[in-house]
């Protein structure tokens, strides 16, 4: 298939249609308008079904109800509307019902303004809704991988019947570049009939339930051990991480997202001036690929963690590493990012030490 020019949202918007997703819930938020806008004209046209909500709460429990059929279904928001879906999420994560969720992430707090931003970081990391759960979340850093990992989203949340999050910022959002949106080998997997809703005749007449609610103390502590153990299991198979350029360096920049393309380029600049920097590039933000941290060379001598926020990823940095090393932290705000030339410049600062 041959690689086309387009815009990220709409990129994002046709990788899940070639994923198998037939049902979309949404409600506008700048700077994500052309998924539900593309999903609204394409999804009548493979048979699908778009839907208007009011709200976004309205959406997001909209798609609980799709996901419980077991069919793939997605919905879309940023930052401001993510916060409105996250009771949603947690009720989704609760009844473990797989869902997609794309987050084009704004700059904050509040309503903020409509520039990109990394600021959702621990919001989607560490809940954000109530209870203990974790939704998986991936951090695309070029329009081919938010084509890739909106794919892998569909499919990791049939496999472990979990929410799953692509977050990506607003510059992906409306940035173009040539991609190839392939259709992938599972688009047209059928629902998993053993507990999906409906479907009472394959299952002999029985009845399928999916509820978050325990009135009683016992049973609510075996499906929150049954949930942590499947956890585990996510976090054994699913770290997902980039190493560039990691093999001798003496600084090394941990970054995601945009800002890593942005710390690409500064590592290259600094490599053509022989001074060694390297970057570990986290790909699942959940669960967060401390195994890669573990390999990092044994002549690094200091960490650089650089975000679009005010350093909501430093502590995930530190815990993984054991607090072996020195880390420091550069970012932007207010939907600023960070230039390659600041980069380069921190980098500097640190090889001086």
Request: proline letters at 6%; one cysteine or more.
């Amino acid at each position: 298939m041959a690689r086309v020019l387009m815009k990220g949202t709409e990129a994002i918007a046709e990788a899940a249609i070639q994923a198998g997703c037939k049902y979309f819930f949404g409600y506008p938020i700048t700077p994500q308008n052309e998924i539900p806008e593309y999903m609204s004209a394409r999804l009548p046209e493979v048979g699908g079904r778009y839907v208007q909500a009011e709200s976004e709460v309205a959406s997001i429990n909209m798609l609980m109800g799709g996901g419980s059929t077991g069919y793939r279904v997605m919905t879309s928001s940023s930052s401001p509307g993510i916060s409105l879906m996250s009771e949603g999420i947690s009720y989704i994560a609760g009844c473990e019902i797989p869902a997609v969720i794309v987050n084009v992430m704004r700059a904050g707090p509040g309503l903020g303004g409509i520039l990109p931003g990394q600021a959702d970081y621990l919001q989607v990391t560490k809940g954000g809704g109530n209870g203990d759960y974790n939704m998986i979340v991936l951090a695309p850093s070029t329009l081919q991988e938010c084509v890739d990992l909106t794919q892998a989203a569909f499919d990791l949340a049939q496999k472990y019947r979990n929410p799953v999050m692509v977050a990506a910022d607003g510059f992906m959002g409306q940035m173009m570049e040539a991609v190839e949106v392939k259709p992938s080998p599972t688009r047209d997997q059928k629902p998993d009939t053993t507990w999906a809703l409906g479907f009472m005749r394959e299952r002999g007449g029985r009845k399928s339930l999916l509820h978050s609610l325990y009135l009683a103390p016992e049973p609510l502590e075996d499906h929150n051990q049954k949930l942590q153990k499947k956890y585990q299991a996510i976090r054994d198979a699913e770290q997902r991480c980039e190493c560039y350029r990691m093999e001798d360096a003496e600084v090394l920049i941990a970054a995601y997202g945009t800002t890593a393309r942005i710390c690409r380029s500064a590592v290259n600049n600094l490599r053509n001036k022989g001074k060694k920097v390297g970057m570990i590039r986290p790909i699942t933000l959940w669960p967060y690929p401390r195994e890669a941290f573990k390999t990092i060379p044994g002549t690094v001598k200091r960490i650089l963690v650089a975000e679009m926020n005010a350093g909501q990823m430093v502590d995930d940095v530190k815990v993984a590493t054991g607090c072996a090393y020195p880390v420091s932290f550069y970012g932007r705000t207010g939907g600023i990012s960070p230039s390659v030339r600041e980069i380069e410049e921190q980098c500097e600062k640190l090889l001086s030490l």
